[in-house]
Structures are given as C-alpha cells and as structure tokens.
C-alpha cells in the first residue's frame, strides 16, 4: 500500500518541476503576467533563500535540511505502524514539494517561484511550496481530528 503514496510526490514534482520550465523558458526574470484578474498573477522569481528568501545563498544548509526531511518522510512513509491515510497522503505531499524544490537548489542553485495571489500581500511561491504547505495542514488535520494513538496508550 505505500508503493501508492509514492505515485503522489511523483506528480506534485512532476507539476512542479513542468511548471517551473514554462516559466523559465517563456518569462523574462521579474516578468509578471495576470492569470486570473484580481486574484493570481505568474511572477518569475528566483529564491537563492528559504521561505521569504531567508538564508540567501545557504544552499549546504538546504541541502542537509532537505535530506533530513526527506528520510523522515520516508521513514513515516514505510515504517510498518500504519497511520491514517489523511496522514500518509499529507506526508507524500510534502516529500513531494522537498524534492520540487530540492531539484532546483542542486541543478539550479536557486528554487523558481512564480505563483501570486493578488487579492493579498503574501510571497510568491511555487507548486512544490503548495504542496508542503498543504501536505502539513492534513497532517496537522489527522493528529488533532483523527489520531487515537494517545487512546490506546492509557
């Protein structure tokens, strides 16, 4: 049943990796388009940080902090104890944008963000951020809704 849940970081760094070459080959750096008026915009950036470009140019630092994250994943992934399939999914979620973005920083140095909301101010981001983004709130959502671990312990 865990072959199953590799299928989804194979599309999220599929999404996010075709998404990425669209706007690098078809944007001019800065470059800003409206997809949807109002609401989302393409914007081709490029992130040498973290999240909010912080630790610009720390590229050792990602790399580690990558691997580390994606042997946990794994490691939740195939460990024999099963967890809920909310929780299965949001952890495939999230080893799929690590690796989204893990491609970029070794091939590129830096991530390719061009995803804008416009109808906030918020940073520009990617596929692969959505997904790690989305993959811990079904995580978060599984052990706060869901989890009956601390039951059986008592």
């Not at 800003?32 to 630092?61: C, D, R």
Request: charge should be negative; hydrophobic fraction near 55%; include cysteine.
């Amino acid at each position: 049943m865990q072959f199953l849940y590799l299928i989804i970081p194979i599309i999220v760094v599929c999404l996010d990796q075709g998404l990425k070459l669209f706007i690098a080959n078809n944007y001019a750096l800065g470059e800003v388009h409206q997809i949807i008026p109002g609401i989302l915009s393409f914007n081709y950036l490029q992130n040498e940080g973290a999240a909010w470009n912080i630790l610009p140019g720390q590229m050792w630092l990602f790399y580690i902090i990558s691997v580390v994250a994606i042997l946990v994943c794994l490691y939740y992934l195939f460990r024999h104890q099963k967890q809920g399939k909310l929780f299965d999914v949001g952890i495939s979620m999230v080893l799929g944008g690590i690796l989204g973005n893990l491609i970029d920083r070794i091939h590129l140095k830096y991530v390719i963000d061009m995803i804008q909301v416009d109808f906030i101010h918020f940073n520009i981001f990617n596929v692969a951020d959505s997904a790690i983004t989305i993959g811990i709130i079904l995580v978060f959502i599984y052990l706060i809704f869901f989890d009956e671990s601390d039951e059986e312990h008592d």
